[in-house]
């Protein structure tokens, strides 16, 4: 339940940011469009890490083995953000060319490619944030990514994109940058949620 009531809160978030969008007017709002089948593409890396971070963490904490489950969420970590930084390059500097796979239209091509210029960075962060939710799932610790989950959405990811949104001469660059802003958030939440885990357990 906490992890389905995440998935949805998230997900709620995303669709109020496609409303904020659409206000910019008809190019931002179709060059999002476009840079979200993108997205969709990309976001596929980090939720494999997730995944498997999950299993194996849960498999390894069954086993009594808890310091190859630490192991393997910092090798997922790694080996992540190594992928993440070669897609970080592609969509800085290669959003164009990714978009034009999507539309002819150069107008939405260059609204699609400021768009993830400003998400890109997100490509290496996530990989952090998603392996930490993989981790706390794996472990049974639930609560805490419900608690990330919801806290960044409707405390950072909206409130951001609606200021950035709103500022002098915006971009969906700006606004692109409200995620991997919403993602710093979460790692740091994740790593305080560690820090007080050690500090419980007298580690």
């Keep these: 339940m906490p992890i389905a009531l995440q998935e949805a809160m998230v997900q709620i978030s995303f669709l109020v940011i ?9 190019m931002p709002s179709a060059g999002y469009g476009v840079a979200q089948k993108i997205v969709s ?14 299993a194996f963490v849960a498999q390894n904490i069954g086993a009594g083995k808890v310091e190859r489950a630490k192991k393997g969420f910092f090798t997922a970590i790694i080996t992540g953000c190594t992928v993440g930084i070669f897609i970080f390059i592609a969509g800085f500097f290669g959003g164009g060319v990714m978009s034009s796979f999507f539309t002819s239209d150069p107008d939405v091509i260059a609204q699609s490619a400021l768009y993830l210029k400003g998400f890109s960075a997100d490509c290496i962060l996530t990989c952090i944030l998603f392996s930490s939710i ?14 990330q989950g919801i806290t960044s959405a409707f405390c950072i990811r909206i409130p951001v994109s609606i200021l950035m949104s709103k500022l002098p001469n915006t971009s969906l660059m700006l606004v692109g940058l409200a995620t991997p802003i919403t993602t710093i958030y979460g790692i740091i939440f994740f790593v305080v949620c560690f820090r007080m885990m050690k500090r419980k357990k007298g580690i």
């Design 18 to 26: 496609n409303t904020i969008v659409n206000h910019m007017g008809l």
């Design 134 to 147: 993989g981790y706390f799932n794996g472990s049974g610790n639930s609560i805490p990514v419900m608690l």
């Design 41 to 54: 593409f990309i976001m596929l890396v980090p939720s494999s890490v997730m995944q498997t971070v999950s």
